[in-house]
């Protein structure tokens, strides 16, 4: 029994290996070109925002924070519209990480979970993607304050 | 007649006698896309929500058979039916209008395979003379239960598969038919320790490879004994492990093997990557393409093998491993 064990694992084993040099790879390349043109657009629509909205009399603060909440409903409406899959499909990393894909990724379970109610479906469910992005990043900043806290701390002594 | 360790070959005769399938839209673009029975275009065929529309396909796709089939309907015994949602929300809400009496299965994307064979058991074994296999799935909710919400954005890899929005229906009889059910092979739960959900070729492939060597051994056949030997939805990458598993065996499929999930979907022009997926995937490529070309006597002698992945997220997340199974259902046309 102990041997047939090991010859399973063997084989499991090897037949990973095997699954891995047969199965075909998107091309690593043309991912990152793709990401970058994608993730540039989208820093490049921030940029212009931020410049209109100072134009318009805004302060600098101002224009930062009206372009992350113009990019978010954006974002927000492209993905009721079923647009926004459709760039991150072409632009992968490229519209996943910037804020835009983090709001996609909040919209989308909200219209997807809205057919099992407001309370089980989006109220539960509408963080099934993002909420490990939101558990462990406050989690990370309470980290980096505690540490700052300490610095500043050993500092004044 | 029991044969060997896995296979039947059935004294009575089993007939398919009537088929019925419904797809949706993107099915309906792909290279089958002329031969199937109904192609509706709104994925939500008329309903609230995707569970809702996936009933809806095989409320669809029964009444469909209904209309064509000569077997009164209060002489179908039972339908065997199953679909890939939880609690196989699909098949109860989908067939509780019929006052059928139901089987509900779960075979993961080998469903068609399983509903047939215990279907013909059935009817071989005496205890039925009408009775129907069904299985239905859709790109949506298998999404939203396996996977992400439809409208996050991803990015799909080279090895994933395309889930079939559809449902197929056969009607199996104890009457003489051009097509019959000449046995049927089961296949064992194979676990080859892969771990990619991506990649359910790879997890499948053994599965079917364990399955069609069974059905040569208890046969006491070899590959030329058929004219086709058709899997579900290995795609292509379950394709060619299938065949090197197989090579290694002694068995060389290249000619004479086929695979649903390569049929149904055109890959290149729509971006399904390694193939279809999903328990209609095999079931209404099986009504479309498969028995007609079985009827027209393209081919005379099929072993017909819908495979399933049997993925779950909760032992997926819980680090284990996705096994695959088989079902094998050795389909002759009368001479």
New interface residues.
């Given amino acids: 029994m102990k041997e047939e064990n090991i010859n399973e694992?063997q084989?499991?084993?090897q037949?990973?290996e095997?699954?891995k040099q047969?199965?075909?790879?998107?091309s690593c390349l043309a991912?990152c070109v793709k990401a970058f043109i994608t993730g540039g657009l989208i820093c490049t629509l921030g940029q212009i925002f931020i410049a209109v909205y100072m134009e318009n009399g805004m302060s600098k603060e101002d224009a930062a924070l009206w372009t992350t909440l113009s990019l978010v409903l954006l974002s927000v409406i492209l993905?009721?519209f079923?647009i926004?899959?459709?760039?991150?499909?072409w632009g992968?990393a490229g519209?996943?990480v910037p804020i835009t894909?983090f709001a996609?990724?909040v919209?989308?379970?909200a219209?997807?979970?809205k057919?099992e109610g407001q309370v089980f479906g989006i109220g539960c469910k509408i963080f099934?993607?993002a909420g490990p992005v939101i558990l462990y990043g406050i989690l990370t900043s309470w980290v980096a304050g505690l540490l700052y806290m300490l610095v500043q701390w050993g500092a004044g002594r | 007649m029991v044969k060997g360790k896995q296979s039947i070959l059935f004294d009575k005769a089993v007939y398919i006698e009537e088929t019925a399938c419904i797809v949706g839209q993107k099915e309906g673009e792909g290279p089958l896309g002329g031969s199937f029975d109904i192609v509706v275009e709104d994925p939500m065929f008329g309903s609230k929500n995707w569970e809702e529309a996936e009933s809806r396909l095989q409320e669809m796709a029964m009444d469909k058979l209904l209309s064509k089939t000569q077997v009164p309907r209060e002489q179908i015994r039972y339908i065997f039916a199953g679909d890939l949602l939880g609690q196989l929300i699909a098949t109860s809400f989908g067939l509780k209008k019929y006052d059928i009496p139901v089987f509900g299965l779960y075979g993961a994307c080998s469903t068609m395979g399983e509903a047939m064979s215990l279907g013909a058991i059935t009817i071989s074994g005496g205890c039925a003379d009408n009775v129907v296999a069904m299985a239905s799935s859709h790109f949506a909710s298998a999404e939203k239960q396996f996977r992400f919400p439809l409208e996050y954005g991803n990015q799909r890899p080279e090895t994933s598969t395309w889930t079939v929005t559809g449902c197929g229906a056969v009607m199996l009889t104890a009457q003489s038919q051009p097509v019959s059910i000449k046995g049927i092979t089961t296949g064992k739960i194979v676990d080859f320790g892969v771990k990619d959900s991506m990649n359910m070729g790879a997890c499948m492939a053994p599965a079917a490879a364990d399955l069609i060597t069974a059905n040569f051994k208890d046969l006491e056949v070899d590959e030329k004994y058929y004219d086709r030997i058709i899997t579900g939805d290995l795609g292509v990458v379950g394709r060619k492990i299938l065949l090197d598993l197989l090579r290694e065996k002694g068995y060389d499929l290249s000619s004479n093997h086929m695979d649903c999930g390569i049929e149904i979907f055109d890959a290149k022009n729509q971006d399904t990557k390694a193939g279809g997926s999903g328990c209609a995937c095999s079931a209404v490529t099986l009504c479309a393409y498969i028995l007609k070309n079985m009827k027209n006597r393209k081919w005379n002698r099929v072993l017909f093998i819908p495979t399933g992945a049997l993925l779950s997220t909760v032992s997926y997340n819980e680090g284990k491993s996705v096994p695959g199974t088989a079902h094998g259902v050795i389909l002759e046309r009368q001479a």
Avoid: C, D, F, M
């Fill in positions: 694992q084989r499991n084993r037949y990973n095997y699954v047969v199965a075909p790879k998107a991912n993905t009721g079923n926004y899959p459709l760039i991150t499909t992968g519209s996943l894909g996609n990724s919209a989308a379970p219209i997807e979970y057919k099934t993607i």
